[in-house]
């Protein structure tokens, strides 16, 4: 059983946030959820949850947090777009600075106990060695990676000053059901949606640009242990290991029974060839640690968006 009993899931019609509401609601927890739909999916909302649509950066929010004041708030609402953010950063930093930003400023006044904030692996330094830990000194280069960094801060100084209680869970690329193709791990839903549709999917560069896929479920869990332990402060959350866009391509080939041959495309600009998340620190502390093989997870994922498919 959790000390909480009231909890606000922001971002809960998302992606990640859904599975979050559905976690807290399994543990009888009164589940909340604020969203403004702008990727989000009603259809994604647990039916027991209180739903609002609003963005977090409506003025009305700020009443709605004092008058909610729930026990703990999960913040997952972003703008999560990494190419959007570049394209118009002032947006990101409205929605991902100042969102997260009046959360941390009303959360001091109000006395909320703690707030686990969706963060993000992106900021470390590509020159540093992999897999990254939380000691490597973040630098940012997107306009979502300052956002997100920056939220952190706020957090951290909302810690400070008036004492909330923080975690910041940085991800490594989250994939799973309900995953909208837009998200950074968008890979994997795009091409298991143009697969299962038999459409041919493209790979930018040359496919072995490397990520760290950690499957929605081990986030989730992650998400509940920050919540149930006396700890504040950063934690990566990945597997700590690198798979290649093009062995992603092969394994979903084979799960979805698809033959056409891929699309190369050139790499966007700036893109990242390597990354993976050092998740000693969340196994340690958080008693946290990834459980779902990345096989088992992307036959989860295509059994998911192959049924939603059907009944479309
Ligand atoms: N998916 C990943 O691989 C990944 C990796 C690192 C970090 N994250 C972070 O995890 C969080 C959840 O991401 P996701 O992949 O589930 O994306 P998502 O788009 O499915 O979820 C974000 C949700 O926030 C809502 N939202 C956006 N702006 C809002 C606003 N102003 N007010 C209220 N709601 C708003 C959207 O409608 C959506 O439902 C984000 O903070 C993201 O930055 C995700």
């Known amino acids: 059983m959790s000390k909480y009993t009231t909890a606000l899931v922001t971002g809960g019609a998302?992606?990640?946030?859904?599975?979050?509401?559905?976690?807290?609601?399994?543990?009888r927890i009164k589940v909340y959820v604020v969203d403004d739909l702008s990727t989000g999916n009603t259809k994604n909302v647990n039916p027991n949850a209180?739903?609002?649509?609003m963005s977090i950066l409506n003025p009305q929010f700020v009443e709605y947090l004092k008058r909610?004041?729930?026990?703990?708030?999960?913040?997952?609402?972003?703008?999560?777009?990494?190419?959007?953010?570049?394209k118009d950063p002032m947006n990101d930093?409205?929605?991902?600075?100042?969102?997260?930003?009046?959360?941390?400023?009303?959360?001091?006044?109000?006395?909320?106990?703690?707030?686990?904030?969706?963060?993000?692996?992106?900021?470390?330094?590509?020159?540093?060695?992999l897999p990254w830990s939380e000691k490597v000194v973040s630098e940012p280069v997107s306009p979502y990676a300052i956002s997100k960094r920056s939220a952190e801060m706020y957090f951290h100084f909302a810690y400070m000053i008036h004492g909330v209680s923080y975690v910041a869970l940085r991800y490594a690329n989250v994939y799973g059901p309900r995953q909208n193709a837009k998200g950074e791990a968008g890979v994997i839903s795009v091409f298991t949606n143009q697969m299962l549709r038999g459409k041919p999917s493209t790979i930018f560069g040359t496919g072995k640009q490397t990520r760290d896929f950690i499957f929605v479920e081990d986030v989730v869990a992650a998400n509940i242990a920050a919540m149930n332990k006396k700890v504040i402060g950063v934690f990566n959350i990945g597997t700590g290991k690198e798979t290649d866009v093009n062995t992603i391509f092969h394994k979903l080939q084979k799960f979805t029974h698809a033959q056409l041959p891929a699309r190369h495309e050139p790499a966007s600009v700036g893109e990242v060839m390597?990354?993976?998340?050092?998740?000693?620190?969340?196994?340690?502390?958080?008693?946290?640690?990834?459980?779902?093989?990345?096989?088992?997870?992307?036959?989860?994922?295509?059994?998911?968006?192959?049924s939603k498919n059907r009944t479309q």
């Open 14 to 27: 998302g992606f990640i946030g859904s599975h979050i509401v559905d976690a807290l609601i399994r543990r």
């Open 50 to 53: 209180h739903f609002t649509r």
């Open 68 to 86: 909610v004041k729930p026990d703990v708030i999960f913040h997952t609402a972003a703008q999560i777009n990494l190419r959007d953010s570049v």
């Open 93 to 129: 930093a409205k929605t991902n600075i100042l969102g997260s930003l009046t959360i941390a400023h009303v959360a001091g006044q109000i006395g909320i106990k703690k707030i686990i904030f969706s963060s993000s692996g992106a900021s470390y330094p590509e020159s540093a060695r």
């Open 274 to 306: 390597r990354s993976s998340l050092d998740c000693r620190k969340a196994r340690e502390i958080l008693g946290w640690k990834p459980s779902v093989k990345l096989d088992e997870g992307l036959e989860k994922t295509v059994i998911d968006i192959t």
